[in-house]
């Protein structure tokens, strides 16, 4: 707002004990957008500034009977402190000028007698200097009350914030325990799924088993990545499943005992593995693993004939552990394994890929190693009421309908202990489980 601009609602106060010089100066301002109020003494005008709050600027007289201008202003600077003050005052009075300035407050002084445009345009700038002051006052309350208001909505919106931010991490931490809980129920389905074969050929129980561990272990010394050895231990576990459609008679004879319509009809079972798992998104990898478990590296494998690094890695893995653990069968000894390892070592560069053997080789030993019985232990045959932490599983345990609960060599917990009693419960075998224990 700039000094031409007009000034509305503001109210004045003229103080003067002489009737002609109020009259005076309310003619002077007749055009201004001003309320004027009079009063003839000092006494008089307290009184009106008591009921008038709002009066933006007060021009007094200094001498009246009474209250001087001096103590008028004063008072009046009690009263209402933000009025604009102006001194009317005689050459003469220079004191009484300063001391309306220093103890009432005053704006300006005017001397008398005045100019009449010096008059208005003093008592117009102090209507807008009130104004001014006026309005950022109340500016500044209203801002006040905004930034208060705004404290208590920052205040609600970080509350609501830790309590979404809650609500979010109870969300991710169910989240992540139902994901846990799928991942253990998948892993528990493969495993079921591998025992299947199981229950229909005694001869290869705990077989496909034995090709994860070992697989899984020369996958990760190979260095691959994590999810590639997820798929390659999969694909162990299920490597056989494709024999459940080959008939019971076929499943007893040696491949060398086999007429060319048998063999032909064995050899179809990787393709009805991969086939029985492939309607299972999450299996299709695994799938094509088990497809060409069979290959050989110089080509002269099945179903389709590849060879060298045409073979998947996986695939050449789980063949490698395949063959030594069928080369071992029943047998849990130190040279058992290593006839078994001889064995795949003379056929490298043939049917197996050479660069894989020292993998499997540490693998298999690995493994092995803590399934072999040792001298120094004997066996003894307890109900699992009798079963007790540390306890290693000499044969392998399974329901009474046929079901592999543990393998031999597993050294037994409190979950797993906990988990042969539940088993025995709901389908009871009839004999006790089997462990070593040191003489």
Not at 47 to 59: A, E, F, H
Not at 112 to 126: G, N
Not at 354 to 361: A, D, F, I, M, W
């Amino acid at each position: 707002m700039n000094s031409t601009e007009t000034v509305t609602a503001v109210k004045i106060l003229v103080v003067d004990d002489e009737e002609n010089i109020l009259r005076a100066i309310s003619r002077l301002l007749m055009d201004e957008d001003l309320d004027v109020l009079t009063a003839t003494s000092g006494e008089e005008a307290l009184r009106i500034l008591g009921s008038n709050r709002d009066v933006g600027v007060i021009v007094s007289d200094q001498r009246m009977p009474g209250l001087t201008g001096v103590d008028f202003l004063e008072k009046a600077r009690r009263i209402t402190p933000d009025t604009i003050r102006i001194m009317l005052t005689g050459y003469a009075d220079v004191n009484a000028a300063v001391d309306a300035i220093n103890r009432g407050g005053a704006y300006r002084y005017v001397a008398k007698p005045w100019k009449d445009e010096e008059l208005v345009q003093i008592i117009r700038e102090a209507a807008q200097r009130f104004f001014l002051t006026r309005e950022n006052k109340r500016l500044s309350e209203m801002l006040k009350k905004k930034n208060e208001e705004l404290r208590d909505w920052n205040s609600k919106l970080e509350l609501y914030v830790q309590e979404q931010t809650k609500e979010i991490q109870k969300n991710n931490e169910e989240l992540q325990s139902l994901n846990e809980r799928l991942r253990k129920n998948f892993q528990n389905s493969i495993i079921a799924f591998s025992g299947l074969i199981e229950l229909r050929d005694s001869a290869v129980r705990n077989h496909s088993r034995n090709v994860a561990e070992v697989s899984r272990k020369a996958a990760e010394s190979l260095g691959l990545p994590a999810r590639e050895v997820d798929t390659i231990t999969i694909a162990s576990l299920l490597h056989d499943i494709g024999k459940i459609g080959i008939p019971d008679v076929l499943l007893r004879k040696g491949l060398g005992d086999m007429s060319p319509e048998e063999l032909k009809e064995y050899r179809l079972h990787p393709v009805r593995g991969q086939a029985a798992i492939d309607s299972i998104e999450d299996l299709r990898e695994a799938g094509t693993l088990i497809r060409h478990h069979h290959e050989s590296y110089d080509g002269s494998g099945f179903p389709d004939g590849l060879k060298g690094s045409g073979i998947p890695v996986g695939s050449r893995i789980i063949g490698m552990v395949d063959a030594v653990d069928k080369a071992m069968g029943s047998l849990l000894s130190d040279s058992a394994v290593q006839a078994a390892l001889k064995g795949v070592k003379d056929a490298l560069g043939r049917r197996f890929a050479p660069g894989l053997y020292k993998h499997v080789r540490a693998a298999v030993e690995d493994t092995y190693s803590k399934v072999v019985v040792e001298t120094a232990v004997v066996e003894l045959e307890l109900h699992p009421d009798n079963l007790e932490a540390g306890m290693v599983i000499s044969r392998d345990v399974y329901s009474g309908t046929g079901l592999l609960l543990l393998s031999k060599g597993l050294q037994l917990n409190e979950k797993n202990i906990q988990a042969i009693r539940r088993y025995y419960r709901i389908d009871p075998s009839r004999s006790g489980v089997f462990v070593m224990v040191k003489r």
